[in-house]
């Protein structure tokens, strides 16, 4: 069974990849290229979306268990257009958030966007999410320069985990017959999603293509599709990165659509 990255293990991470990004805008031979991934932004654009995303996170993590999420601290500095500044800028983002996170610790409460999912409302939680919101940021600077690099293993198990749990996981009822999908990584694990009228759960596998030992003979034949490829490539194709094509889909591909364009109530 994929173990479940340690709160140390994720805030040393989180700095490794907010290093690797800082790296990939460095090597870019203008801030205002446009980045593949999210064609909508310039360079420029996702180092202001990622550095204002930690400082709000930072706060949001300083307020506690409070009733809403927390914007940056009113006079905190934009981001400069500079380069070198927007890498100081980008450096002290990160910084921030990891301070608010080793003073919170791992398990005190928080707000958080993902209250009806199977991930908890706690600071850990959001060290969770943010490393792979880096991560996967991260390989989106490193395409826009022409150096994508595969996703760390050890971040890339984690994240299928998290993305299953956190973006997927819900109470609100699938509007569609009931089913499951299989997301088997090369690395050795899997993971179920089972969506029907109680929502969507997300439940790891002991091993690829088998299921929990208390499976019925129904959840047996409950799975309409499965994805296979490197836990990277699960989680680049989850948070939309990579085509259908870049990874192994058998059964209905046809449920994956319905999946991505699902829009579960809060």
Do not use: N
Not at 136 to 154: I, N, S
Not at 199 to 215: E, Q, Y
Not at 216 to 244: H, K, N, Q, S, W
């Amino acid at each position: 069974m994929p173990k479940t990255l340690e709160f140390p293990d994720l805030l040393r991470l989180i700095d490794d990849r907010s290093t690797a990004f800082r790296a990939a805008v460095a090597a870019a031979p203008s801030l205002d290229v446009r980045v593949p991934t999210c064609p909508e932004w310039t360079l420029f654009d996702l180092v202001r979306h990622l550095g204002e995303g930690r400082r709000s996170w930072a706060a949001t993590v300083a307020a506690g268990p409070a009733a809403e999420a927390k914007s940056a601290p009113e006079g905190a500095p934009a981001a400069p257009r500079e380069r070198e500044a927007l890498l100081a800028w980008s450096a002290a983002s990160t910084q921030e958030l990891l301070a608010a996170l080793r003073e919170a610790g791992p398990d005190r409460a928080c707000w958080t966007w993902w209250g009806a999912s199977q991930s908890p409302q706690t600071s850990g939680a959001v060290a969770r999410h943010q490393l792979q919101e880096i991560a996967v940021h991260t390989y989106d600077a490193q395409l826009t320069v022409g150096t994508p690099q595969p996703l760390r293993a050890d971040t890339a198990l984690d994240g299928v985990d998290e993305f299953l749990s956190t973006c997927c996981a819900t109470r609100s009822p699938w509007p569609h017959k009931p089913t499951a999908f299989d997301f088997h990584a090369t690395e050795g694990h899997s993971w179920r999603l089972t969506v029907d009228g109680d929502g969507a759960r997300s439940t790891r596998l002991p091993a690829p293509g088998t299921t929990p030992a208390t499976a019925t003979p129904e959840d047996l034949e409950a799975a309409g599709a499965a994805v296979r490829g490197t836990a990277g490539e699960l989680v680049l194709f989850l948070y939309d990165r990579i085509p259908a094509d870049s990874v192994r889909i058998d059964g209905d591909a046809g449920l994956l659509d319905l999946l991505r364009v699902w829009e579960p109530e809060a």
